[in-house]
């Protein structure tokens, strides 16, 4: 079973760090929804959502992962930086 502990403690940490690079990402994207705001730009951007799906795909099939798999949890991600987009669009400036 000591195998097995190991093994968890390795998930454990992988999973903080795929948290640690998720906040990151979020980070800069509010960045980009404060540059969109600013020169009034639209939360969603359709060109770069499909350039994102294909590089997403490519990825997983590079790294043998389910390209349906990845495409759903950044679909879930990009549905989050839009929402968050749009509410900074309608925020006043502090």
């Known amino acids: 079973m000591h ?3 190991g093994l968890r403690t390795r998930i ?3 999973d903080e760090q795929i948290i640690q690079l ?7 994207t509010e960045d ?3 540059i969109k705001k600013r ?5 969603v ?3 770069r959502e499909a350039a994102q799906a294909e590089n997403f795909r490519a990825l997983a099939r590079a ?12 679909s879930c991600v990009i549905q989050e930086v839009v929402s968050r987009h749009r509410i900074l669009s309608i925020t006043p400036e502090k």
């Not at 998720?22 to 800069?28: G, Q, T, W």
């Not at 020169?39 to 939360?43: K, P, R, V």
């Not at 790294?63 to 950044?74: S, Y």
């Open 3 to 5: 195998e097995l502990d």
């Open 39 to 43: 020169y009034q730009l639209q939360a």
């Open 63 to 74: 790294h043998q992962l389910n390209p349906d798999l990845v495409q759903h949890i950044f």
């Open 32 to 34: 980009v929804g404060l």
């Open 45 to 47: 951007d359709p060109q």
């Open 22 to 28: 998720l906040a990151e990402r979020f980070r800069v």
């Open 12 to 14: 454990d940490s992988i």
